[in-house]
């Protein structure tokens, strides 16, 4: 890279006169007075490698994606091959046979060898290698399937390519392969030697080491897929190779947990999919407590404590094949039970999976960790149980598992092993639907996941116990389980593909070759080589690591770790947390030890001592962390149980260090380092990778830096100085003290001038271009816009664009976008003074405050200082505001504020409402089924969702689309039934609120906010739990996050029935017109379970997160009725009469312009037994009443004498009545149940 001589600040010049001018003085002037000049360095959005004299060698910092340019090649090698009419390839003399016969024509092949230039050296290593724009090279996963990407041709290189490849050794380059591509790595350092192949070209001795080059050498590429001709190849390079802090320390809540630790191996678990890490302790009454960590921020956000949820009736099941609605009864678990549960296992959902012992077999429950709510329980109690769907003996855990349905979608299962053997499987709905039997009792037993075919794995000894491992599976695949407890079919049965499972194959394959007896350390589906990976051996001696294959059964590789025992390494509960390794291998550390097992490679690697290790003690059992290649667990740190990852042997690229950007610019132009000083620089907001591409002189590459990170260059005692922005003030400066600008006559004179510069000539809008590295390495852009409210920024419509060569995260790209603009504003007042030569002590970039006679203090920063003749100083600054140079650039919130988030999400949960319509608006006039849905996500980040739905195996149909996800979450306790009725202030009851979020960026969503008396009742503040629809006037938030809401208004919108069928954990969102939209489906569907999920661009997580429910249609049906009232005749009849609601409004009247929605009145009416239950009523179950009408046309009905009397009542008792409005479309309208009571005056 060239750079022109530092023009950013001149040294000492003219006679006894100087100027001090600071690189980039704001952002206002050197982005937008001095207009938009093109960027010194383009981003390549079209990457084109060329073979270009001249052309610039790339400089970077930090890991960055380059273009090749070739820089020396051979002839392209011709291969004549004879393709068959079936496709099939003959060569040599077969070939010429074929052809001349006729059955087969000749093609031609083309093969290329060449090196392409990168970047300047050195590189520390090549991460992933494109051609054109397929993948060629992972470092991280070598075996991806994507690669080549699709069209490419299945020829097997081995021949031509890969052994010709073999690594060179030593400096001459490392070799690598990927697939049908081979090349060798040069790093461009100083001990770089001659490439092997180009000295047998060109002659030993006339090959230059191309040092201080990093290179790629690709030798006998086959150039058939690019048209035979040589493909643009870009890579991304990483310059320097950092080591990882060893330990990380998760933050616990308060108050401390010392004595709230239970050391027991199944009270951890990790959810890798939700992303949370689960303990149990006990507090300080010995209570069970379940504490959560989230893993990506790693501070602890809940405990849960079992007492405090209970008691609660819950669908329970224990005698039937398989569980259906229709065999489920009910279990209460009491307060008593709570210290009893203990934890063994999470569903693919995020729930967690407990189990009560009760002897040798105990019931199981699945529980929602965030509500506490008891979803469903399975299973009896007692010693010895002769049927399987009784109960599970012995239960040794349970993990989550994505099977396949009929037509290959995705079905989440949860599979709970026992200790020897046998596996009961549940659906997603926790009804146990099947299980795998065991050939014999086994022990030693682990399970896994293969693949796509998600089957599972079972390793064991024999009964005996001795000298070597069986290897099962069973593959998960069956109908979809598409039954609720709310239908009335039977489920159809799990059916897996086989009986009982298969054996796979043994290992050792040898009886005794490996010792006499063997003892399981671990083993897991490694996805990278796509192997089961094993390491065991003999108890106390020495460990072996193997690799079956997953079709055959067959050992692939075995090797015996010398030099290792069993006591060196910390086997101290070594798990995966996952049923597979979604890498090449693991990472076993012990002691000073650690052992890199790669079963890509098929190396083992033993190092002993590490730089920058950190141990520690980990307390039980622990979990491998395969993507971090990490341990995690819990230690003392403090005296307090806090929980830690401990990466093995992490080196990976840190972020670039600004400073030493500067200094190395400041060097290539000739300036010492010595006389530079970046201790100043103290930004910590991360650049992943910095670049030039092309000549650019040395001020460009400084003041590009300065804007984005806010500091300051200053020449001063012959030092270039970096500082950053915003510091605080060094000296207040009387107005006084200020030299005289301009004299007036008669009036004071001018000492200070301040100019303003104009709204409509700065940016309303910033928006920043870089390198995306989550988008390989593609132009992104991220945009920060001026808020317009409460008042429009004097309309301005300027929009400032920047550049920047940079790799950076989208959060942080916009993170700059908003300081620009931020301090572009906050820079808009500009400052002139003079000062005596006292103040020569003063230098640009310092921060001074004046303070003037009327009061008022200015604070600016020194951006040009020029002293004249006579010594005095004239000075130009800027306001110097310190929160615009902030590196989050964060702006405060409102309290109580739930901000919208930016970024990627994990999944979110499908929030569907049977409701009826909100607003008279969204009227659906084509008949079909309406109903409200929203996002649940459940972390920070989410910014599209779109929602599906199935019919049991059916495909997905996309029903709507969101950018918004919903503020939603759960109840603390059981929503109680109005105590006033619906549509009436309710004062007495409150609803403790828990939220499902924690959001804290950008765009404002909700504001937990009173509604004032004068404006209230308002649909401001509406909220729909379970199928109920409350208005609320009051929120309250409190201290432990939740909220508590007040003042209610009841079954909205003719919601009333859904108020007395509230349960524990009921969820609940805000509706909000952004967040909560309306969709629709065929009426064929109505009453019909159908699957719902958000998919959100993550390929399992909508399937772990679905939600099953039948439309009823809420929205077609017509409301209750309402003004019932009871007549009682002379004759010893009863009349009852009311008012029909229309479907849309809801007024309780016959006339009026709302619209009916039905072409004819309908009407049944009810007697009841006893008072009307809301939770158990249902119009079709004819227990429930003892009469009912005929279809009625109008409003009103006559009850004869001696019906009541048939029926033991009379018109002097009180009648209880359920009344339906019908629709023609969706049948029963919502119910109203009331009692009519008796009076004497008759009505």
């Known amino acids: 890279m060239q750079l022109a001589v530092l023009g950013a600040s001149s040294l000492f010049s003219g006679a006894g006169l100087f100027k001090a001018t600071i690189l980039g003085a704001s952002i206002a002037g050197s982005m937008i007075m001095n207009g938009r000049k093109k960027p010194t360095g383009k981003l390549n959005d079209v990457r084109v490698s060329s073979a270009s004299y001249g052309r610039g060698i790339p400089k970077i910092w930090g890991t960055m994606r380059v273009t090749g340019n070739m820089f020396w090649a051979t002839d392209f090698r011709e291969e004549k091959v004879y393709v068959t009419q079936k496709g099939k390839q003959k060569s040599g003399g077969k070939g010429k046979m074929k052809g001349k016969k006729g059955k087969a024509q000749p093609v031609y092949k083309y093969y290329a060898n060449f090196a392409m230039g990168l970047a300047e050296g050195p590189m520390a290593d090549v991460l ?89 050498m690709f030798q006998d590429f086959a150039l058939e897929d690019f048209g035979n001709r040589i493909p643009t190849i870009t890579a991304e390079v990483v310059s320097k ?50 504490r959560m960590w989230d893993m990506d921020t790693r501070k602890e956000v809940k405990r849960l404590k079992y ?146 075919e998600q089957a599972l794995l079972m390793t064991s000894t024999d009964y005996a116990g001795v000298d070597r491992f069986n290897f099962y599976y069973a593959p998960v695949v069956g109908p979809y389980m598409g039954k609720t407890g709310t239908s009335k079919d039977l489920a159809l049965g799990f059916e897996p593909s086989r009986a009982y499972e298969t054996k796979l194959g043994q290992w050792p394959e040898v009886r005794g070759s490996k010792g006499d007896v063997l003892v399981m350390y671990d083993m897991a589906y490694i996805v990278g080589a796509n192997c089961i990976g094993i390491i065991a051996g003999p108890a106390g001696g020495t460990p072996w690591v193997a690799s079956m294959d997953i079709m055959t059964g067959k050992i692939l590789w075995e090797k015996r770790l010398d030099g290792i025992s069993w006591a060196h390494l910390n086997l101290n509960g070594f798990r995966s947390p996952k049923s597979y390794i979604n890498t090449n291998g ?30 520690v003690a980990m307390r039980d059992g622990r979990y491998y962390w395969s993507e971090r290649d990490a341990m995690i667990g819990f230690a003392t740190i403090g005296g307090e149980i806090t929980p830690v990852i401990q990466y093995q042997d992490r080196k990976v690229q840190d972020k670039v260090d600004i400073a030493q950007i500067v200094t190395d610019v400041a060097e290539r132009v000739g300036i010492e380092p010595d006389r530079v000083r970046t201790s100043g620089i103290e930004t910590q907001e991360p650049l992943l990778g910095y670049m030039f591409e092309q000549p650019v002189d040395a001020r460009s590459v400084l003041e590009e830096l300065a804007n984005v990170y806010q500091f300051d260059c200053v020449e001063t005692d012959n030092m270039l100085v970096f500082k950053m922005r915003g510091g605080a003030p060094l000296v207040t400066i009387q107005e006084e003290q200020l030299g005289v600008i301009e004299a007036d006559i008669g ?41 317009g409210r409460p008042l429009p920024v004097m309309s301005t419509k300027e929009h400032l664009e920047v550049t920047f060569n940079m790799s950076l995260l989208s959060k942080d790209a916009k993170a700059m976008a908003k300081r620009i603009l931020y301090a572009a504003w906050s820079e808009r007042t500009t400052q002139e003074f003079r000062l005596p030569r006292d103040f020569l002590f003063l230098d640009a970039s310092d921060v001074v405050t004046i303070q003037l006679k009327d009061g008022r203090a200015i604070e600016c920063r020194i951006t040009d200082m020029t002293m004249g003749a006579n ?23 409102p309290q109580g504020t739930v901000n919208q988030p930016g970024g990627s999400v994990a999944f979110a949960t499908p929030m569907v409402a049977n409701i009826p319509y909100i607003d008279d608006n969204h009227q659906n006039l084509n008949v079909k089924i309406g109903y409200y849905w929203g996002a649940g996500a459940h972390k920070p980040g989410f910014n599209f969702g779109m929602l599906q739905s199935r019919i049991e195996d059916t495909n997905w149909s996309t029903d709507g689309y969101t950018q918004v996800d919903a503020i939603w979450g759960y109840t603390k306790q059981p929503v109680p039934p109005p105590a006033n009725g619906w549509n009436i202030q309710d004062d007495e009851t409150e609803i403790n609120l828990i939220p499902a979020f924690d959001f804290n960026e950008q765009a404002q969503l909700w504001s937990w906010e009173t509604i004032p008396d004068e404006e209230w009742p308002s649909t401001q503040n509406m909220i729909i739990i379970g199928d109920e629809v409350i208005l609320f006037k009051n929120a309250v938030e409190n201290s432990d996050g939740s909220v508590t809401i007040s003042a209610l208004i009841r079954g909205y919108r003719g919601t009333i029935d859904a108020a007395y069928r509230h349960g524990n954990g ?147 008792r009180d009648l209880n009545v359920v009344i339906h409005q019908m629709s023609a479309n969706v049948e029963w309208g919502f119910p109203l149940g009331t009692k009519l009571p008796y009076a004497l005056i008759g009505v």
């Open 307 to 452: 007492v405090d949820v209970l008691p609660q009736t819950v669908p329970h099941g224990e005698a039937a094949t398989p569980m259906t609605s229709s065999t489920l009864g009910t279990r209460t678990w009491t307060k008593a039970n709570g210290n009893d549960f203990e934890e063994f296992g999470t569903t693919p959902s995020g729930d967690l999976v407990l189990y009560k012992f009760e002897g040798n077999y105990g019931p199981i429950l699945f529980m929602d960790p965030s509500s506490g709510k008891i979803i469903k329980s399975w299973g009896r109690s007692g010693n010895i149980l002769a049927d399987i769907w009784n109960g599970i003996f012995a239960p040794g855990g349970a993990f989550p598992i994505i099977g396949s349905g009929y037509y290959g979608n995705p079905v989440p299962y949860t599979l709970v092993y026992e200790v020897f053997g046998r596996i009961h499987i549940f659906d997603e709905y926790y009804n146990k639907i099947g299980t795998i039997e065991s050939e014999g009792r086994r022990t030693n037993y682990r399970q896994g996941s293969i693949g796509t």
């Open 586 to 615: 693991w990472t076993i550390e012990g002691g000073p030890y650690i052992v890199k097992i790669d079963f890509h490679l098929q190396t083992v690697d033993i190092q002993i001592g590490r730089e920058g290790y950190t141990n």
């Open 128 to 216: 992933r290698i494109w051609a054109d724009n397929n993948l060629i090279y992972n470092k991280l996963n070598p075996d991806d399937d994507d690669l080549v990407g699709p069209g490419f041709s299945t020829r097997d290189q081995e021949e031509s390519g890969k052994r010709s490849m073999k690594s060179a050794g030593g400096k001459k380059g490392q070799g690598g392969a990927s697939g049908r591509f081979a090349w060798r790595f040069y790093a461009g350092d100083e001990q770089q030697m001659p490439d092997p192949f180009m000295e047998e070209q060109e002659g030993v001795g006339k090959v230059p080491a191309y040092r201080d080059l990093c290179y790629l």
């Open 871 to 893: 010594m005095e100083l004239e000075v130009v600054s800027v306001a110097n505001l310190a929160e615009s140079y902030l590196h989050t650039a964060t702006t405060e919130q």
């Open 747 to 787: 009036t004071d004179n001018e000492r200070l001038s301040e100019t303003i510069q104009q709204a409509m000539e700065l940016p309303e809008r910033v928006t920043v271009s870089y390198y995306d590295p989550k988008n390989d390495y593609e132009t992104g852009s991220q945009y920060f816009k001026r808020p």
């Open 1066 to 1212: 009921d969820t609940w969102m805000i509706y909000t017109e952004n967040s909560v939209h309306l969709a629709s489906d065929s009426l064929e569907y109505l009453d019909k379970d159908q699957q719902f999920i958000v998919n959100t661009g993550n390929v399992l997580a909508p399937f772990v997160a679905s939600k099953t429910l039948a439309l009823t249609g809420g929205t077609e049906r017509p409301l209750p009725v309402g003004n019932v009232r009871r007549t009682n005749l002379a004759n010893g009849d009863v009349r009852i009469q009311w008012s029909r609601a229309t479907r849309i409004g809801g007024a309780m009247s016959n006339n009026g312009s709302v619209p009916l929605n039905e072409e004819s009145e309908r009407y049944y009416l009810f007697l009841l037994p006893g008072e009307y239950d809301a939770k158990k009523w249902d119009p079709e179950d004819d227990s429930l009443y003892v009469w009912k009408s005929e279809i009625l046309t109008s409003g009103q009905v006559i009850i004869p004498a001696a019906t009541l009397g048939t029926l033991s009542l009379s018109n002097r």
């Open 241 to 290: 190779v950092t080591r990882k802090p060893q330990l990380i320390i998760f933050e616990n809540m308060e108050p401390p947990t010392k004595n709230w630790y239970r050391p027991d191996f199944g009270s951890k678990m990790i959810d890798i999919v939700r992303g949370t890490l689960f303990m149990t302790g006990l507090d300080e009454n010995e209570d069970r407590v379940v």
